[in-house]
């Protein structure tokens, strides 16, 4: 074990181009034994291409590493294996038709046979080890595993290396609280051992409370390097974004109109009981704990789950919807969490991802006309700041919060009563998150019903006009925008006299 604050892993003056795109400019980053250091900055400021020239995935065009004091040049993520480094990657690869176990031990399993059990067994135990007993079963198949899951599969790999430092880019965003909580503890106890981390993740609140220091990159460079004790989260915001974001959450007051979507007495096996009301131009938010429900109600409401008993109506007509294409017709538009499994095409562009909805407005017969389409896009990408490179870049090849935003684009270009939005700035950066929020706001204004669910209590809190609280299943309360706070928010959620 290396005495705490070694300095485990150093890289100096990284630079990385991909042909006239400046990735990296002048880069330092130390990462020290015992400690966390945070790695933050908004998408594109060249977090993920800093990871992969530890890893070796890229070869830096400038600059030096040093691992615990030795010069280092890694030509591909094996090597870097081999001398201690690992990264856990956000969306980790799985095999499908192997087990967790194998999945696991993919690099220390040899030849066409290996005791199964003997496997099985070790990895039950390292899973116990590192308390994922409960989330995973050594014997579960790739193609049936979660997301979080499949996160834990990446970071046991890691682990079974018992390397010297590890590296862990956004490893909440797939995670419930509960998953967190293990993952947290864990990281802890890799820094009391000795383990050097790196941590990137835009989820302030985590930063907090991990980190020992902050690394914040903007524009491919560095800004600097805070001690965690010694700065604060509109000061770190300040150095991400190069501003102050003051208005972050800003809402001009809008007189709600007529009442889009009620929901009287609904239930089904996820949801009870559920009464709701969104007006347009009014946001009105869902907020919770994980497994109230939330996603579940959304899900209900845009025809994905039938309902069993109770009624829906929209403006005013009861609606019953078999699937959400009928939801669409009706003109809701739904943002689902899980946009890469359930909103995007990623091998697709991002102008078939934009008119996805809208193809049969844009074809004449059975044929979709090019110059509409080429100028709904162009419309789209221009009045929500999509930064792509052009209409054809493959979505998947975007940053989360261009990807979200085509999302939100496509159900625009519908022109919907109802927006439904299922956590919209998740795995989003905080400067994206802003440009997200105006575009709520305009939405708003311009008569559209919002109805948006949010794990962020600050963002549910400066979003929404009015706050339903669910527990169990249930909404359990609602809060006016006058009387919502943290506390009110949190002491609904927990009260479990309501939940009958």
């Known amino acids: 074990m290396h005495a705490p604050g070694t300095v485990m892993l150093e ?59 030795t010069e280092v040049h890694f030509t591909d993520p094996r090597h870097s294996r081999i001398a201690g480094l690992r990264v856990i990657a956000q ?13 696991i031990y993919v690099g220390a399993l040899r030849g066409p046979l290996f005791d199964k059990r003997a496997v099985y067994a070790k990895t039950r135990a390292d899973l116990a080890k590192y308390g994922f007993e409960r989330l995973i079963r050594p014997e579960a198949l790739g193609s049936t595993l979660s997301p979080a899951q499949r996160q ?44 050097a981390i790196g941590y990137v993740s835009h989820r302030m609140q985590e930063i907090f409370q991990l980190a020992d220091r902050i690394t914040v990159l903007r524009d ?65 938010g869902i907020a919770g704990l994980v497994g109230a429900g939330r996603s579940e109600l959304m899900k209900t409401i845009v025809g994905d789950f039938p309902i069993t008993s109770g009624e829906i109506l929209v403006s005013g007509r009861r609606t019953s919807f078999r699937s959400p ?37 844009l074809s004449r017969w059975i044929f979709v006309r090019a110059g509409a389409e080429r100028a709904l896009t162009a419309d789209y990408i221009s009045r ?9 870049q493959l979505v998947g090849k975007l940053s989360g919060g261009n990807q979200q935003k085509v999302v939100l684009a496509r159900w625009l ?14 795995g989003v950066d905080v400067g994206a998150k802003a440009e997200i929020y105006a575009i709520i706001d305009e939405l708003a204004h311009a008569g559209v019903a919002v109805l948006v669910v949010s794990s962020e209590l600050p ?14 299943g249930r909404i359990v309360g609602e809060l006016s925008r006058a009387e919502a706070t943290e506390e009110a928010i949190l002491a609904l959620a927990m009260d479990e006299s309501r939940i009958s």
């Open 325 to 361: 294409g009928d939801a669409i017709a009706a003109g809701i538009g739904f943002a689902p969490e899980e946009r890469k499994a359930e909103a995007l095409v990623l091998q697709r562009p991002v102008r078939d991802n934009i008119t996805l909805a809208v193809l049969k407005e």
């Open 152 to 195: 834990i599969v990446e970071i046991m790999r890691a682990l079974v290396d018992e390397p010297a430092v590890i590296c862990f880019d956004e490893p909440t965003s797939s995670l419930g609280e509960d998953e967190s909580g293990i993952l947290f503890a864990l990281i802890q106890r890799l820094r009391d051992e000795g383990v």
């Open 11 to 69: 890289a100096r003056g990284i630079g990385k181009s991909f042909g006239p795109v400046r990735a990296l400019s002048g880069v330092d980053l130390q990462l020290r034994a015992g400690e966390v250091t945070a790695i933050m900055g908004e998408n594109g400021a060249g977090k993920s291409t800093l990871l992969k020239i530890l890893t070796g995935d890229y070869q830096p065009d400038a600059g030096t590493l040093e691992l615990a004091g």
């Open 91 to 103: 969306e980790p690869e799985v095999i499908a038709h192997v087990s967790v176990a194998e999945n």
């Open 220 to 284: 491919g460079a560095l800004v600097g390097t805070k001690l965690t004790a010694e700065t604060d989260h509109d000061e770190l915001v300040r150095m991400m974004v190069g501003r102050d974001l003051t208005q972050f959450f800003h809402r001009e007051p809008v007189t709600p109109g007529e009442t889009v979507l009620e929901l009287r007495d609904v239930g089904n096996e996820h949801v009870s009981g559920v009464d709701l009301t969104v007006r347009a131009g009014e946001v009105v």
């Open 384 to 392: 929500l700041r999509i930064r792509t490179p052009s209409s054809e």
């Open 459 to 472: 963002e549910v809190l400066g979003l929404a006009d009015r706050i339903n609280v669910m527990a169990g």
């Open 413 to 426: 270009a519908t022109r919907p009563k109802l927006l439904v939005l299922d956590e919209p700035t998740r």
